[in-house]
Protein backbone atom coordinates (compact mmCIF):
# COMPACT_ATOMS: atom_id res chain seq x y z
CA UNK A 1 0.00 0.00 0.00
CA UNK A 2 1.53 3.25 -1.21
CA UNK A 3 0.10 6.71 0.36
CA UNK A 4 1.20 10.00 -1.45
CA UNK A 5 2.71 12.71 1.22
CA UNK A 6 0.74 14.75 -0.35
CA UNK A 7 -2.96 12.68 0.25
CA UNK A 8 -2.60 13.24 3.85
CA UNK A 9 -4.35 15.95 5.79
CA UNK A 10 -5.02 16.61 8.96
CA UNK A 11 -7.74 14.26 9.32
CA UNK A 12 -6.52 10.70 9.71
CA UNK A 13 -6.61 8.35 7.11
CA UNK A 14 -7.02 5.00 8.30
CA UNK A 15 -5.30 2.02 6.69
CA UNK A 16 -5.21 -1.98 7.39
CA UNK A 17 -2.81 -4.25 6.05
CA UNK A 18 -2.62 -8.23 6.78
CA UNK A 19 0.38 -10.71 5.76
CA UNK A 20 0.47 -14.08 6.98
CA UNK A 21 -1.26 -14.28 10.45
CA UNK A 22 -0.35 -10.25 11.16
CA UNK A 23 -2.36 -7.31 10.67
CA UNK A 24 -1.20 -3.54 10.74
CA UNK A 25 -4.23 -1.23 11.52
CA UNK A 26 -4.34 2.53 12.50
CA UNK A 27 -4.45 5.98 10.98
CA UNK A 28 -2.01 8.38 9.72
CA UNK A 29 -2.52 12.12 9.62
CA UNK A 30 -0.39 15.04 9.21
CA UNK A 31 0.94 17.14 11.66
CA UNK A 32 3.43 19.86 9.55
CA UNK A 33 3.38 20.85 6.04
CA UNK A 34 6.16 17.86 5.86
CA UNK A 35 5.29 15.62 8.76
CA UNK A 36 2.96 13.20 9.41
CA UNK A 37 2.11 11.13 12.52
CA UNK A 38 1.20 7.21 12.31
CA UNK A 39 -0.88 5.39 15.16
CA UNK A 40 -1.44 1.98 14.97
CA UNK A 41 -1.48 -1.48 16.12
CA UNK A 42 -0.19 -4.81 14.69
CA UNK A 43 -2.10 -7.61 16.03
CA UNK A 44 -2.14 -11.73 15.36
CA UNK A 45 0.63 -13.91 15.29
CA UNK A 46 4.22 -14.35 13.99
CA UNK A 47 6.27 -17.46 13.20
CA UNK A 48 9.86 -17.27 15.14
CA UNK A 49 12.73 -19.48 15.94
CA UNK A 50 13.86 -20.12 19.48
CA UNK A 51 17.44 -18.50 19.84
CA UNK A 52 18.33 -21.83 21.65
CA UNK A 53 16.58 -24.67 19.44
CA UNK A 54 15.78 -23.20 16.57
CA UNK A 55 12.09 -24.90 16.36
CA UNK A 56 9.67 -22.34 15.61
CA UNK A 57 7.44 -20.58 18.14
CA UNK A 58 4.19 -18.94 17.15
CA UNK A 59 4.67 -15.46 18.78
CA UNK A 60 1.02 -13.41 19.43
CA UNK A 61 1.34 -9.97 18.88
CA UNK A 62 -0.55 -6.88 20.21
CA UNK A 63 2.24 -3.56 19.74
CA UNK A 64 1.07 -0.18 19.41
CA UNK A 65 3.15 1.41 16.93
CA UNK A 66 3.49 4.89 16.85
CA UNK A 67 6.14 7.61 15.49
CA UNK A 68 6.66 10.13 12.85
CA UNK A 69 7.44 10.51 9.25
CA UNK A 70 9.14 13.04 7.48
CA UNK A 71 8.72 13.84 3.69
CA UNK A 72 12.74 14.46 3.17
CA UNK A 73 15.22 14.76 5.62
CA UNK A 74 13.82 15.98 9.02
CA UNK A 75 14.85 19.40 10.31
CA UNK A 76 12.37 20.04 12.91
CA UNK A 77 13.58 21.89 16.23
CA UNK A 78 11.79 20.09 18.75
CA UNK A 79 12.83 16.87 20.39
CA UNK A 80 11.42 14.21 17.89
CA UNK A 81 13.26 10.91 18.25
CA UNK A 82 10.66 8.63 16.22
CA UNK A 83 11.10 9.87 12.93
CA UNK A 84 10.80 8.07 9.76
CA UNK A 85 12.64 10.06 6.60
CA UNK A 86 11.25 9.04 3.06
CA UNK A 87 12.61 10.09 0.34
CA UNK A 88 10.12 9.96 -2.85
CA UNK A 89 7.27 11.85 -1.01
CA UNK A 90 5.57 8.43 -0.88
CA UNK A 91 4.75 6.27 2.15
CA UNK A 92 5.44 2.87 1.31
CA UNK A 93 3.03 1.01 4.05
CA UNK A 94 4.30 -2.80 3.21
CA UNK A 95 7.51 -1.51 4.29
CA UNK A 96 6.73 0.22 7.32
CA UNK A 97 4.72 -2.83 8.48
CA UNK A 98 7.84 -5.09 7.43
CA UNK A 99 10.29 -3.32 9.61
CA UNK A 100 8.00 -3.45 12.87
CA UNK A 101 7.84 -7.32 12.58
CA UNK A 102 11.43 -7.15 12.22
CA UNK A 103 12.01 -5.14 15.43
CA UNK A 104 9.92 -7.67 16.76
CA UNK A 105 11.97 -10.71 15.65
CA UNK A 106 15.40 -8.93 16.73
CA UNK A 107 14.04 -9.37 20.10
CA UNK A 108 15.18 -12.80 22.18
CA UNK A 109 12.56 -15.64 21.98
CA UNK A 110 12.66 -18.88 23.53
CA UNK A 111 10.36 -21.78 23.69
CA UNK A 112 8.85 -23.66 26.61
CA UNK A 113 10.84 -26.57 25.97
CA UNK A 114 14.14 -24.73 25.96
CA UNK A 115 13.25 -21.49 28.97
CA UNK A 116 15.31 -21.64 31.92
CA UNK A 117 18.33 -24.23 30.40
CA UNK A 118 21.30 -23.39 30.25
CA UNK A 119 23.27 -23.75 26.85
CA UNK A 120 25.92 -26.39 27.31
CA UNK A 121 27.56 -26.77 24.42
CA UNK A 122 30.43 -25.60 23.48
CA UNK A 123 31.45 -23.68 20.00
Not at 25 to 39: M, R, T, W
Amino acid sequence: MLIPFRRLSTLPLDFELNRDNARFSGEIFLKKSNLAQLNGTITGSISIPCDKCAEPIEKPLNEEVSFYISDGIYQGAEEVLDVVEIDTSTIDMNELFSSEIELIRSDYFCCDNCEGKALDAEF
